[in-house]
T-cell receptor
Framework: EDQVTQSPEALRLQEGESSSLNCSYT??????LFWYRQDPGKGPEFLFT???AGEEKEKERLKATLTKKESFLHITAPKPEDSATYLC????????????FGRGTSLIVHP | DVKVTQSSRYLVKRTGEKVFLECVQD?????MFWYRQDPGLGLRLIYF???????EKGDIPEGYSVSREKKERFSLILESASTNQTSMYLC???????????FGDGTRLSIL
């Protein structure tokens, strides 16, 4: 069974304090890994797709990286507007391609 | 931009009622999904549909059914609502199953 574990569950940062969120996964073969951002009262919003170990994607203060067992979402010099829940989802190469979601990391950035 | 619209942001119903949640997407996507999201449990797939009139059970289909009569519309039906179905319900769509999903803003459903 595919498993996705995100850590930490919650993270509080001061504005400008860089950190990383972790998504570790167990799948028979990885087809793709997705990162989403979810604001309170909203649906998840797609950020990145990663397909193979060593791949990196960047958007503003966010950078996502991928290894064979985990992905990191690095947040550089965060701002209060980066506060949100970040979700990771993993897609296995066999079967239906329906992604398995992690439970998310709730990030709060204090001014 | 893809827009996924859920008909209600908030809904309050009573135990035993039949409840309909509606979702419409405007990008001609083949695939549509219904999830529920609960604190500490994350997103759990209820049903998905890969074509008109086609549906597949997800991880937690019990107590739910779905309908997809038109490509752009996917309905979730709670046959006889129960209090343990109080939750946030999210609809999503994608062009292909291996592509990222686009989500609506959710319906917060309370069953009293």
């Amino acid at each position: 069974e595919d498993q996705v574990t995100q850590s930490p569950e919650a993270l509080r940062l001061q504005e400008g304090e860089s950190s990383s969120l972790n998504c570790s996964y167990t799948v028979s073969g990885l087809r793709g890994l997705f990162w989403y951002r979810q604001d309170p009262g909203k649906g998840p919003e797609f950020l990145f797709t990663l397909y193979s170990a060593g791949e990196e994607k960047e958007k503003e203060r966010l950078k996502a990286t991928l290894t064979k067992k985990e992905s990191f979402l690095h947040i550089t010099a965060p701002k209060p507007e980066d506060s949100a829940t970040y979700l990771c989802a993993v897609q296995a190469s066999g079967g239906s391609y329906i992604p398995t979601f992690g439970r998310g990391t709730s990030l709060i950035v204090h001014p | 931009d893809v827009k996924v619209t859920q008909s209600s942001r908030y809904l309050v119903k009573r135990t035993g009622e039949k409840v309909f949640l509606e979702c419409v997407q405007d990008m001609d996507h083949e695939n549509m999904f219904w999830y529920r999201q609960d604190p500490g449990l994350g997103l759990r797939l209820i049903y998905f549909s890969y074509d008109v009139k086609m549906k597949e059970k997800g991880d937690i289909p019990e107590g739910y059914s779905v309908s997809r009569e038109k490509k752009e519309r996917f309905s979730l039906i709670l046959e006889s609502a129960s209090t343990n179905q109080t939750s946030m319900y999210l609809c999503a769509s994608s062009y292909r199953l291996d592509q990222p999903q686009h989500f609506g803003d959710g319906t917060r459903l309370s069953i009293l």
